[in-house]
């Protein structure tokens, strides 16, 4: 799947589930390369994903897929490459704090003998940008 489609269906999977993205142009000295800034946040009550515009096509699909990473996507459906990429980004996310009204969720318990569940390898593909 080449990049530019990979983050219009990630754009697509926040949107299926009430999240606007929103590309704009950040200033330059709040981020850089090495630094990238964005991420899902809360204005006057709806949840929006802000991306640089100016960053790489790989930096704004990372912004994107880590946010999703943040938030319940089980009930829906995602092609398996962008499912992956969510995943991939949310390795290293912090859990979500539970909305007011919504139950809390326990983190998964480790597989028998105490160690953790082995993680499924990415699905090796070909990327390309547009």
Do not use: Q, Y
């Not at 960053?55 to 092609?79: G, H, K, M, Q, Y």
């Amino acid at each position: 799947m080449e990049l530019s489609r990979l983050l219009d269906e990630l754009t697509l999977a926040a949107d299926k589930v009430g999240i606007a993205v929103r590309m704009e142009a950040f200033d330059p000295h709040l981020s850089d390369a090495r630094n990238p800034r964005g991420g899902l946040c809360t204005v006057l009550g709806r949840r929006i994903i802000l991306v640089d515009a100016n960053a790489s096509l790989p930096d704004r699909i990372a912004t994107v897929a880590a946010a999703l990473a943040r938030v319940d996507l089980e009930s829906v459906f995602l092609p398996p490459i962008v499912r992956a990429t969510i995943g991939a980004h949310g390795r290293g996310a912090r859990p979500r704090a539970a909305a007011p009204g919504e139950p809390a969720r326990l983190p998964a318990r480790p597989a028998r003998g105490g160690k953790a569940p082995k993680l499924l390898p990415l699905a090796r593909t070909k990327w390309r940008d547009a």
